[in-house]
């Protein structure tokens, strides 16, 4: 954005806050973010966990990889740059979600540890939740349900994290899902436990 835009272009402030919103929900907003490899589980386990808080009764939204690149991020490719851009504007959004009091969970690859940190300085301390969903390159070669390993072998695709491309795994997260090891159902329990824990989510009376 250049000087002169950035100039013009003030933050409005809401009437309504996100205190407002969360006595009003009855749970606090977050972004719930699930990096990991290609084929960990991460979508699978986003997709579970939307419909587990749903029957708590909260208010919450997945923003998948694959479905963003289909609209707001359907002009950007794989590069470093696409992929940096890309994880920048979801940060972005999350933002807006979690200040309407949205559980906001992310299942994107997001390789790059300077770019998540990027979206966990976007958001309020406790606001963001990183959730590395870790599986071993070989069992997810092995599931690999759409593929891709399978094409980055062989050269089809380029820059392909795990292959060709590097992921950097999360140094401190908040919660580490061993997927080779637990069931979905475990895993999605895991991360409820998280939230109640840090009183994130309060199922009996108002925040």
Not at 57 to 64: C, F, K, W
Not at 135 to 151: A, F, T, V, W
Request: glycine share 8%.
């Amino acid at each position: 954005m250049s000087t002169t835009l950035t100039s013009q272009v003030y933050w409005h402030q809401s009437q309504v806050n996100q205190q407002n919103r969360a006595n009003l929900n009855g749970h606090r907003g977050c972004t719930i973010w699930l990096t990991g490899l290609s084929g960990s589980g991460k979508s699978t386990i986003a997709n579970a966990l939307d419909q587990r808080l749903y029957e708590m009764g909260t208010h919450n939204y997945v923003l998948d990889g694959d479905n963003v690149r289909h609209g707001l991020n359907k002009d950007l490719g794989f590069s470093e740059a696409d992929r940096r851009e890309n994880i920048r504007r979801i940060g972005e959004v999350s933002k807006l979600m979690v200040d309407a009091g949205l559980i906001v969970m992310t299942a994107f690859i997001s390789p790059y540890q300077s770019d998540r940190q990027l979206v966990r300085q976007l958001l309020d301390e406790e606001a963001f939740i990183e959730v590395y969903v870790q599986c071993p390159l070989s069992e997810c070669e092995k599931r690999d349900p759409k593929g891709l390993y399978r094409k980055a072998r062989k050269g089809e695709i380029q820059q392909f994290t795990g292959i060709s491309a590097p992921y950097e795994a999360p140094v401190n997260p908040e919660i580490v899902i061993e997927t080779d090891k637990v069931s979905v159902a475990e895993a999605v329990e895991q991360i409820v436990t998280y939230l109640n824990n840090q009183e994130i989510l309060r199922t009996e009376g108002k925040v």
